[in-house]
Every structure is written in C-alpha cells, then in structure tokens.
C-alpha cells in the first residue's frame, strides 16, 4: 500500500541578519517543525529586509544605535539586551556582544541570501538547505562571533563555510549582482505592510508576525493547515 503523502507548507519568513528577535523566531520556529515531523514537509524561504538601510560603511555601535533609534536610556539598553541574550542561550544560541559590537549594513548579505537562495531545487527542503545554513551562519558571524558581516572578504568566508563557491560569492559581492532582486522583494513586501521582522508567511497567506512562541505556530497550523487538509 503506498503511504499517503505528506503535505508540504511553504514558510516565507522576512527578516534581517541584523535583528536578534529574528534568530530567535527562527529558534523558536524550528520547534514547531519538530512538533509536526512526519505530518508536514515545510519549504522554507529567507526574504530580505533592511532595519538600517542608510546604515554607513563604517556601522554604528550597538548599544548607541538601539538609544539613539528607540529613545531609550543606556540601562534600559543593556536590559533588553541581556533579556534577549538570555531567551536566545535558553534556545542554544550565544550572543556575544563585546564593545566593539556594531550595527552593520546588511545589504549584501541579503544578495547573497537571495543568490543561495536560487541555487535550491524547488522540490529540496529548504529549511536544511543551502540559504538557512548561511542565513544561520551570518546571524553567528554578527551575533556571536562580532564579524563585519558587511565586509565582502568576511561574507565570502562566511559563505564558503556553508560550502558556497568562494569565488562566486567575491565576484557577486564586487559587482552589482542581485541587488535589484533584492531591491525587488523589500518593495513586494513593503507592500504586504511588512513592517518590522520577523515576519512568518504560511502557505502563501498566513502572517504570524514577531518571535512567537511554538504554541502560537502549532495552533495557527493544527486548525487552519491539517484540518483544512484532512
């Protein structure tokens, strides 16, 4: 008898190497496709977004930046960023924010996201494929290991890391390649009112906005995907 076949659900997440909410949503999303292992295929694919598109060549120091953009006070900085260096540990993964810690201009990171993303097959699962591996490896360059992750010499290690062509990813990063692509999609989903990251897109349709917990995907799946299918 053959197996009835897993339905697949497409997960379109918007979001910057720049956010710390955005490795934590995708933590926290990793659980939920835990939770449905053997009952859904997810296809997992990273859309651009820029926090600080007019972010210099030089950066700009973390902690200054967060006061500066949200009119907060420096204690109030260093608490929202040990709350969520402690949510992020809790699931495995080590911010690292040393004083040189900076913003960056995350640009051409995003071209190489859209780049991998254009090398995987239609019908391989994306969420272990070759766009979130270096999506994950960029957020631990900046997050973790405090690279410059808008230096083209650092994004084309980071790339041959996750076993990209180095050269490829020089030559792409020395010219203007994909960047109107990636130009392209932060218009799309500006006009999709995407706002602010992360930002989850089920099945084409379903918009889960922010870090949630498991719980609000497994719900939002269980009555509006499965049920639906069943």
């Not at 890391?161 to 999609?185: K, N, P, W, Y």
Request: with cysteine; charged share 25%; glycine share 8%.
């Amino acid at each position: 008898m053959t197996e009835p076949r897993v339905p697949r659900l497409s997960v379109d997440i918007v979001s910057d190497v720049m956010c710390p909410w955005c490795i934590i949503g995708w933590l926290k999303f990793r659980k939920v496709m835990d939770h449905f292992a053997g009952r859904l295929d997810f296809r997992v694919q990273w859309h651009p977004f820029e926090l600080n598109p007019d972010m210099s060549p030089e950066g700009e120091d973390a902690g200054a930046h967060v006061m500066r953009k949200y009119g907060i006070s420096a204690e109030q900085s260093r608490a929202n960023s040990g709350k969520m260096a402690g949510v992020a540990a809790d699931l495995g993964f080590t911010f690292n924010r040393g004083p040189e810690f900076r913003m960056r201009n995350s640009f051409d990171a995003h071209r190489l996201l859209t780049w991998a993303g254009a090398l995987e097959e239609p019908e391989q699962d994306a969420a272990t494929g070759v766009q979130t591996a270096l999506k994950l490896a960029l957020f631990t360059a900046h997050f973790t290991d405090n690279r410059d992750v808008s230096d083209h010499d650092v994004l084309a290690d980071v790339a041959a890391s996750v076993g990209l062509d180095r050269a490829r990813a020089a030559a792409i990063l020395a010219s203007g390649e994909f960047g109107e692509m990636v130009r392209t999609e932060e218009a799309y989903w500006a006009d999709q009112n995407i706002t602010g990251v992360p930002a989850f897109i089920l099945g084409g349709r379903m918009l889960i906005p922010g870090a949630q917990d498991p719980e609000v995907f497994i719900r939002v799946i269980e009555t509006k995907v499965l049920a639906a299918a069943a």
